[in-house]
């Protein structure tokens, strides 16, 4: 095994894993998070997920290992890759639309009250496993 300089083995862990499909880096989620997203996709357990980060991209995720999945294989649309109205809080199935309605009409104030996004355990479990990001 050769031996690396402190900085160089430092560059290698740093490496973040990039999608095959658009080279962008990606954001690494749980495995749950992917198979509460992805019923007909066979993730393996022994593989890290991430998800695509590219807004142009048809990737969703990518592993390690080199599998990917289409973000129409998702059961929810990733929000920066759509155009469309969609979800930006998950877990209350409140879309970017529904947002801006009610900025309109209403202070952010309000909107972050009635959507209030708290840590408890049984919220924070629905969040990793209903919004793509996992968080
Ligand atoms: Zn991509």
Not at 87 to 106: A, K, N, R
Request: include cysteine; charge should be neutral; aromatic fraction near 8%.
């Amino acid at each position: 095994m050769p031996i690396l300089f402190e900085e160089q083995a430092e560059t290698i862990v740093n490496i973040k894993p990039s999608c095959p499909w658009c080279l962008t880096p990606g954001q690494q989620v749980m495995i749950q998070t992917v198979k509460n997203l992805c019923e007909n996709s066979k993730i393996n357990e022994d593989d890290h997920y991430y998800l695509c980060l590219s807004p142009d991209c048809a990737s969703g995720y990518f592993s390690q290992k080199g599998e990917v999945i289409p973000k129409n294989a998702l059961s929810v649309p990733i929000w920066f890759k759509e155009k469309l109205s969609v979800p930006v809080y998950y877990c209350q199935h409140v879309t970017d639309q529904q947002v801006w309605e009610h900025v309109l009409i209403s202070s952010v104030a309000a909107v972050l009250r009635k959507f209030k996004h708290t840590r408890e355990p049984i919220l924070a479990a629905s969040v990793i496993l209903k919004n793509p990001a996992g968080r």
